[in-house]
């Protein structure tokens, strides 16, 4: 099993032109996923115990990686990084997939806000440190050549998922981030 969170290379166009940045390339909208291209792939490997990175030159190194393993868990994998990454010719198959925000969605019968990683980390975790920027500024900070902070900010996601995880495998529920005070039994992995 292991753990994995994209960052793309081209930003989402905003809804209202003048809000891009400049000299900043967009793809154009959320299902425009072979324009988005992949920046780089986060891992937490639970059999080797270690977390590793994937660059966008190392798409058919991380296909492998991803066959070579029963299960492929993220936070809105099956939604995004999935369909991100099989624009790029990398499948992970659905039936090797888990999504924790899919998981919460399902148990609460309906899509609902408040229920984004930060949130849900917040609810479970409140000494968190947290998520450590936005998904919207990974793609810019990757233009403006900040490679290593969107390498950081990655790995800080896989990092927040295996928290999650790791309490779902262990207790077989988490707080509800819409009411803390509920608990969500979910299915594990």
């Given at each position: 099993?292991?753990?994995?969170?994209?960052?793309?290379?081209?930003?989402?166009?905003?809804?209202?032109?003048?809000?891009?940045?400049?000299?900043?390339?967009?793809?154009?909208?959320?299902?425009?996923y072979a324009a988005m291209g992949v920046a780089c792939i986060g891992v937490w490997d639970y059999r080797a115990d270690t977390?590793?990175?994937?660059?966008?030159?190392?798409?058919?190194?991380?296909?492998?990686?991803?066959?070579?393993?029963?299960?492929?868990?993220?936070?809105?994998?099956?939604?995004?990084?999935?369909?991100?990454?099989?624009?790029?010719?990398?499948?992970?198959?659905?039936?090797?997939?888990?999504?924790?925000?899919?998981?919460?969605?399902?148990?609460?019968?309906?899509?609902?806000?408040?229920?984004?990683?930060?949130?849900?980390?917040?609810?479970?975790?409140?000494?968190?440190?947290?998520?450590?920027?936005?998904?919207?500024?990974?793609?810019?900070?990757?233009?403006?050549?900040?490679?290593?902070?969107?390498?950081?900010?990655?790995?800080?996601?896989?990092?927040?998922?295996?928290?999650?995880?790791?309490?779902?495998?262990?207790?077989?529920?988490?707080?509800?981030?819409?009411?803390?005070?509920?608990?969500?039994?979910?299915r594990r992995p």
């Amino acid at each position: 099993m292991f753990i994995f969170d994209i960052e793309i290379k081209h930003g989402i166009a905003p809804s209202d032109q003048n809000e891009c940045k400049p000299n900043i390339k967009y793809c154009h909208g959320w299902t425009d996923y072979a324009a988005m291209g992949v920046a780089c792939i986060g891992v937490w490997d639970y059999r080797a115990d270690t977390s590793r990175v994937f660059g966008e030159h190392e798409l058919e190194e991380f296909q492998k990686f991803a066959d070579s393993h029963d299960v492929a868990v993220g936070f809105n994998n099956i939604r995004f990084d999935n369909n991100v990454l099989e624009a790029n010719k990398v499948i992970i198959k659905p039936n090797k997939s888990y999504d924790i925000l899919f998981e919460i969605r399902r148990k609460l019968g309906t899509f609902q806000k408040g229920c984004r990683l930060d949130d849900v980390i917040k609810a479970n975790f409140p000494n968190s440190t947290g998520k450590t920027g936005n998904g919207a500024d990974a793609p810019v900070w990757w233009q403006q050549g900040f490679y290593t902070k969107v390498v950081d900010y990655c790995l800080n996601d896989v990092r927040l998922t295996k928290m999650l995880l790791d309490k779902i495998i262990r207790t077989g529920h988490i707080k509800n981030p819409i009411q803390p005070t509920d608990f969500l039994h979910l299915r594990r992995p």
